[in-house]
């Protein structure tokens, strides 16, 4: 059965998912340290594209407006079996593929080649701060995200993650990783945590999954925004400027810093 997206994308963006059946208890899961996280039993165990009761969901919603419109159009298809398009009209066009996504070699579409240009400013409004901005993490917006061109790392701090509800609490994963800063004193990471970051105003708005270090550090921000979240969003950053610049499918996004000084 050809479909042309993944149960995930289906489970998050077609209106047919409020009618699946709730998912029966989890009989493959493989305890607090796996990574496979399912999006429609909202536990961990295995992923969300390789869900066998979501895609018996899917299947059986497929074949039901197979037969819905078979019984509406038998005649006319009948007339025309031979030129007939072997994908009915109501298939839920989604392609099924078993190998998990290489984020490294995602599809690039066009948008994302739109030019980005700063212009020159006088020397006089030229900034120095960092920049810090807003953005909705896992339904909920946070600020105070320090933006570091120079991290490796995403980070989520323990102090802004604990204020999330246990549905996403309950996402940590266990990790070793530890996370050294200029000085070369490390700190041994909390556990790691996947969540949707979603960048900018509409309709200039992107989101894409971030795989964030929490970490239990005692910092004025809530969030770290490193190399790889700036990379996926393909934000340019400019201090002077104090702005983030990156591509949505409506154009060109810019998100303005907010930085506030200690002092004030």
């Known amino acids: 059965m050809a479909l042309t997206k993944t149960p995930k994308e289906i489970l998050f963006t077609e209106p047919v998912k409020e009618t699946f ?5 989890m009989n493959e899961r493989q305890g607090p340290q796996s990574d496979k996280w399912c999006d429609f039993h909202e536990a961990y165990g295995r992923d969300t594209d390789n869900c066998k009761s979501l895609m018996r969901e899917i299947i059986a919603k497929i074949k039901g407006k ?44 066009t948008w994302m080649y739109a030019p980005i240009i700063f212009h020159t400013i006088p020397n006089w409004r030229l900034l120095e701060e960092p920049v810090v901005i ?9 600020n105070r995200i320090y933006t570091d061109t120079g991290s490796e790392a995403d980070i989520l701090y323990l102090h802004c993650f604990k204020s999330y509800p246990f549905s996403v609490k309950d996402r940590l994963r266990y990790t070793t990783v530890k996370i050294a800063g200029i000085t070369g004193k490390s700190m041994k990471a909390v556990g790691r945590v996947k969540l949707d970051v ?34 996926k969003f393909g934000a340019i950053t400019s201090t002077p400027h104090a ?17 506030v000084g200690p002092t004030r």
């Open 21 to 25: 059946h709730p998912p029966p208890p």
């Open 66 to 109: 197979m037969r819905h419109s078979g019984r509406r159009d038998r005649n006319r298809r009948e007339e025309r079996n031979d030129e007939r398009d072997p994908t009915p009209e109501m298939h839920i066009k989604v392609i099924w593929n078993e190998i998990e996504e290489n984020e490294g070699e995602r599809r690039t579409e």
């Open 134 to 142: 807003s953005a909705v993490i896992a339904n909920r917006s946070i």
């Open 198 to 231: 979603t960048l900018g105003t509409h309709p200039l708005v992107r989101t894409e999954i971030v795989d964030f270090t929490v970490l239990d550090g005692r910092s004025r921000f809530n969030v770290l925004f490193g190399r790889r979240t700036l990379r």
């Open 243 to 259: 702005e983030i610049w990156f591509p949505t499918p409506n154009g060109v996004a810019v998100v303005h810093s907010e930085y």
